[in-house]
């Protein structure tokens, strides 16, 4: 009876869910209207941060694409007889995020947001983004920053357009330094045409003042990981410009 309820119940959700879009922000548990979560039952409870929260989930999902799930499911220990996995160290939020991203819910951005819209470069994007990016590397899944690195590359390749109100400063330089590394950490990267227009802000902001340029070089002379691709990325990216210059100087 209690099995037949569970379906009942899984019915009416299902049908809530084909009458209106599935919501994507990370906070909200969207990944609970997914058809793999409402026709098959979860078989996993998650005991998330220092509140216990609980969640449940499958264990096809969760030990399919993360390492970490896979040996505490499917080791014989404690965690694969109860059913139940604790995780003290990992918040709410990101845990949502996780999962969202493991049933294939469509991302929804990261970006912080104050009265003028959406803030890309701010201290409080490149700290979620930065949260993400080691929620998904303590779970051991990847992939995850490759898919992250689209919102990244629009915003550089909206830097300096009109249109889109987006401009750089020194203030940035820290944002934009920490959220390129965290995804090249992650095995993402960036294309040389978002990399591209980055350089060629700062060095377009570079006629009047050096302060962005000084600022970059000294953010990445602080970060303790610094990615190596990520660093020659954008060298390159540096190389391009100054031959680009170069070049139209010897055709005046």
Not at 195 to 218: C, G, H, P, Q, W
Request: a neutral charge.
């Amino acid at each position: 009876m209690e099995d037949l309820q569970w379906r009942r119940d899984r019915a009416a959700a299902a049908a809530a869910a084909a009458a209106r879009k599935i919501r994507t922000v990370t906070s909200i548990m969207a990944f609970k209207e997914t058809p793999i979560y409402l026709y098959s039952k979860p078989d996993i409870i998650l005991v998330i941060g220092d509140s216990e929260f609980e969640i449940e989930a499958h264990e096809y999902t969760l030990a399919s694409q993360s390492e970490f799930f896979k040996a505490a499911l499917r080791s014989g220990l404690k965690e694969s007889q109860e059913r139940r996995i604790t995780l003290p160290e990992i918040t709410k939020n990101n845990m949502i995020t996780i999962l969202n991203w493991l049933y294939r819910v469509p991302l929804e951005t990261y970006y912080a947001y104050n009265l003028h819209g959406k803030q890309p470069f701010s201290k409080e994007t490149a700290q979620t983004l930065k949260d993400i990016m080691q929620t998904f590397d303590f779970l051991q899944i990847k992939g995850g920053g490759r898919d992250y690195c689209k919102f990244m590359e629009q915003s550089l390749k909206e830097i300096g357009f009109e249109n889109t109100g987006t401009r750089l400063n020194a203030e940035d330089a820290e944002s934009i330094v920490t959220q390129l590394n965290e995804l090249y950490k992650s095995g993402a990267s960036i294309s040389p045409s978002a990399m591209d227009n980055l350089v060629d802000e700062i060095t377009r902001i570079y006629k009047t003042t050096d302060a962005i340029s000084l600022k970059f070089i000294e953010v990445f002379g602080k970060l303790s990981d610094p990615d190596g691709k990520c660093f020659r990325d954008i060298s390159v990216a540096y190389a391009r410009e100054l031959h680009k210059k170069l070049g139209q100087r010897q055709n005046v």
